[in-house]
């Protein structure tokens, strides 16, 4: 089969592209700004790139036109493709008549941590020697890569895949996870996001009922006891299978971030521990969650836990960029409120507090749909508290982030230049200082340039 892709760089549709092609589809695709790194990614697959979208493209033919999510109507490609009454379908859709067949499907979702968490349920099943495909929304060090179909190994029954709650496309506004029928699935947390597509929480609550209702009774669902959200949606109906954690007489996880150590606890029992590189609660409950769901599939836990200490991380989770004069530069993907103050919160319990503790320099840009239409603005000053000094990027705000970010005061600064954001940043930090920039996005380039701008 001939595929061609509408909106082919997006993490999701990169990915699924890579998988199509190592499973011999010919593909082809297109997006407005093809760039690197997921441009040249393609291309070594062996992927045929066009920039932008020419109705020319249909002298390709393909046998089916896959409609990324971020392409609506009114966009020239597609708007031919309707009046012509040409084959297409949803990305999601895509993989799942084509991908997850026969294969048993273990889906992570939740507002927060879903990268991570399949990253280290993939990892535990590979180091088990299971050899999963996955099809991540970011990319696991131990891989070095956001997808592929199957392991070294050859066939595995087991594919980990990121399950979105963003509608899938515009002709299908159900959520992307409808559409994967997982036999195991994780439901970390679930709080209001994606303002552009939700009217409010109880919208969402009803897309992960929907997911909810697929999983077979000889299936495991996996939940946050600590989250009323998830709590609710349970209550709607559950006919699978369920493990909770994150609760102080079940299933949780205790460490110490100076140390590394980690402890699967039940109860007040302990079940194992190890050691690993990761920090912060949020990330040792994303750990107990693939724990619980890898024995799903026969991992036991002595060996996931050996599992996490060779865990690496993902690339854009509190990821070193580099070190200058003393000073670190960070990478995060945190974007919304409650991300953001669990990420500041982890590198403060990382590098201490108190008076002569190292200075967090905070940099952020408010850049996801919801942040930019203002819905959280309001949460932003508490969620930063942790942070000694702020700065925040407000190009293409809809709203005034210097009034939204007054409650902190001095240590707050607003520009919408990012090379003058770039210049108060240098000028304030000194040797000992953690920068953290967060932005769901790629953020102008800026770690390279405080990185330049600090050596010079």
């Not at 203002?374 to 930063?384: C, D, H, I, R, T």
Request: charged share 20%; with cysteine; proline share 4%.
């Amino acid at each position: 089969m001939h595929i061609h892709i509408l909106g082919i760089c997006g993490t999701f549709m990169g990915g699924l592209a890579q998988l199509a092609r190592a499973g011999g589809h010919r593909v082809t695709g297109c997006d407005a700004g093809v760039y690197p790194p997921m441009s040249t990614q393609l291309e070594a697959a062996g992927i045929e790139l066009v920039e932008g979208y020419g109705i020319e493209q249909l002298n390709l033919a393909p046998d089916c036109y896959v409609v990324g999510n971020a392409i609506s109507r009114g966009n020239p490609l597609l708007e031919e493709i309707l009046d012509r009454d040409l084959p297409y379908i949803s990305g999601p859709q895509w993989l799942a008549e084509h991908v997850l067949p026969g294969r048993w499907v273990l889906a992570v979702a939740g507002t927060h941590g879903k990268t991570t968490t399949s990253s280290i349920l993939a990892w535990i099943l590979e180091d088990a020697g299971l050899s999963p495909g996955f099809l991540i929304g970011g990319v696991p060090m131990n891989f070095g890569v956001s997808a592929r179909l199957t392991g070294s190994l050859g066939d595995s029954p087991f594919f980990v895949i990121e399950a979105d709650e963003y509608d899938t496309a515009f002709c299908d506004k159900r959520s992307k996870f409808i559409h994967y029928r997982p036999r195991t699935a994780v439901l970390n947390n679930l709080e209001f996001d994606h303002a552009d597509i939700f009217p409010d929480l109880a919208a969402i609550e009803t897309q992960f009922h929907h997911l909810v209702r697929t999983l077979p009774r000889s299936g495991l669902l996996v939940s946050n006891a600590a989250e009323t959200s998830l709590e609710r949606v349970l209550k709607r109906g559950c006919w699978t299978g369920l493990e909770r954690f994150n609760e102080p007489a079940g299933w949780h996880m205790s460490g110490n971030d100076v140390d590394g150590t980690l402890c699967l606890m039940q109860g007040e029992n302990v079940v194992g521990q190890t050691r690993w590189s990761l920090n912060g609660e949020h990330n040792r409950a994303n750990a107990v969650a693939a724990l619980l769901a890898a024995r799903h599939v026969g991992v036991p836990f002595d060996k996931g836990l050996e599992a996490l200490s060779r865990f690496e991380n993902v690339k854009r989770r509190m990821e070193l960029r580099g070190t200058v004069r003393g000073i670190n530069v960070y990478d995060d993907f945190a974007h919304h409120p409650t991300a953001i103050a669990t990420t500041l919160a982890g590198l403060r319990r990382k590098i201490g507090s108190g008076t002569d503790a190292k200075r967090i320099l905070a940099v952020l840009e408010p850049r996801s749909n919801t942040m930019k239409l203002g819905v959280m603005k309001a949460q932003l000053p508490e969620s930063l508290a942790e942070a000694d000094h702020v700065f925040c990027y407000s190009a293409n705000l809809g709203w005034d982030a210097a009034k939204a970010l007054k409650p902190l005061g001095d240590k707050a600064v607003v520009a919408d230049q990012l090379d003058d954001l770039v210049k108060q940043i240098v000028a304030t930090a000194r040797p000992g200082d953690q920068i953290l920039v967060m932005s769901n996005g790629g953020f102008g380039g800026i770690h390279d340039k405080l990185l330049l701008a600090l050596a010079a």
